[in-house]
């Protein structure tokens, strides 16, 4: 008996060592605003986390929390990654006006078409001209979506159609625009537009096609209209980051593998995301039936003539930030000309 009760103990010791040679060093929680299905989530940071996970060979575990499940609200995802409330974050810099300015020239509008050459061109930007602005956090990554476009309860055909529409803004920029062009802005973040479409808080909403599944916007909003050329109407600005305590305490070799899955290589990883996610959301909108309007170049001329007033008024507000706004924007122009053809 004693002999069975040894080999019993014996037998889970040995289960337990070998568990505990199997358990992570380090668990790193990352938190995000988007519900679980959308492509951020479903896709980017799936595939992230688990290129971190094996890349480490298992010492590192990435928690994903989907829909703000670790409490607060989106806008607040980036103090929670500085404060050490998480570890991770993804966000919206626009959530935040006025904490990122030199990141707001590449929101401005007509900057940007594909997301992945986009990113590539954000990435390069940031780390250029703007990391200062991310001294708070240690920054894994920043990245676009892809083409601008809108989703309304009623057909945008022509620059008219807009004025007097509520139609929401994801940033300051964004909503700067959207009055040039005539619209009436209403600040929301991404999760609030499925209610705020139903209730008609708003008549319209500017994301780009790849989040419209998630949240059923097709069929809230069943006309979406787009531009003629490479370049849609506005972007908006992401950011992975990571808590600047969390990252200095991984061990060396653990650091190495943050590092090789940050800047360039994310910010690709996570813009060709957008780029897939962009034809899936496309794809399903025209498997309803969905009226899918594309501005002819005429049309799409005279909204850039006047959305061009945009870029006068944010030259002029970070010029009290002593930025130049001029050169900064040229700078976001030639890298996205940059990468255009690769």
């Known amino acids: 008996m004693k002999h069975v009760l040894r080999t019993i103990l014996g037998a889970l010791a040995l289960a337990g060592a070998v568990q505990a040679s199997h358990a992570a060093d380090v668990t790193l929680r990352f938190h995000q605003m988007l519900p679980p299905q959308a492509t951020?989530?479903?896709?980017?940071?799936?595939?992230?986390?688990?290129?971190?996970?094996?890349?480490?060979?298992?010492?590192v575990k990435i928690q994903r929390f989907d829909s703000m499940q670790l409490g607060g609200k989106p806008p607040e995802l980036y103090d929670q990654a500085k404060d050490g409330v998480v570890d991770l974050i993804w966000t919206v810099l626009g959530y935040t006006p006025g904490r990122f300015p030199k990141t707001e020239a590449f929101e401005l509008p007509f900057t940007t078409g594909l997301a992945e050459p986009g990113s590539k061109a954000f990435q390069e930007y940031v780390e250029k001209h703007a990391m200062d602005e991310f001294k708070d956090v240690h920054l894994i990554a920043v990245h676009v979506h892809g083409p601008g476009?809108?989703?309304?309860?009623?057909?945008?055909?022509?620059?008219?159609?807009?004025?007097?529409?509520?139609?929401?803004?994801?940033?300051?920029?964004?909503?700067?625009?959207?009055?040039?062009?005539?619209?009436?802005?209403?600040g929301l973040p991404v999760p609030a537009v499925s209610e705020a479409l139903s209730k008609g808080v708003i008549q319209a909403t500017t994301i780009p096609w790849e989040v419209v599944p998630s949240l059923k916007v097709e069929q809230l909003a069943r006309n979406s209209t787009g531009f003629s050329g490479s370049k849609g109407l506005y972007t908006q600005t992401f950011a992975v980051a990571m808590n600047k305590s969390a990252y200095e305490k991984l061990p060396a070799d653990l650091k190495k593998v943050i590092d090789n899955n940050s800047g360039m290589v994310a910010a690709a990883m996570f813009g060709k995301a957008m780029d897939e996610g962009d034809k899936r959301g496309l794809a399903i909108a025209q498997k309803a039936g969905n009226n899918i309007i594309t501005l002819s170049p005429e049309e799409t001329a005279r909204w850039q003539r006047v959305a061009n007033g945009t870029r006068a008024i944010w030259y002029k507000e970070v010029a009290s930030k002593g930025l130049d706004g001029q050169k900064l924007a040229a700078e976001a122009d030639a890298l996205v000309a940059k990468y255009a053809g690769k």
């Open 149 to 186: 476009l809108f989703h309304s309860v009623t057909p945008i055909t022509r620059l008219e159609d807009l004025k007097g529409m509520k139609v929401r803004g994801g940033s300051r920029v964004i909503n700067i625009m959207l009055e040039q062009l005539g619209a009436i802005p209403v």
């Open 40 to 59: 951020i989530p479903a896709v980017a940071i799936k595939a992230w986390a688990e290129k971190v996970e094996k890349e480490s060979g298992g010492r």
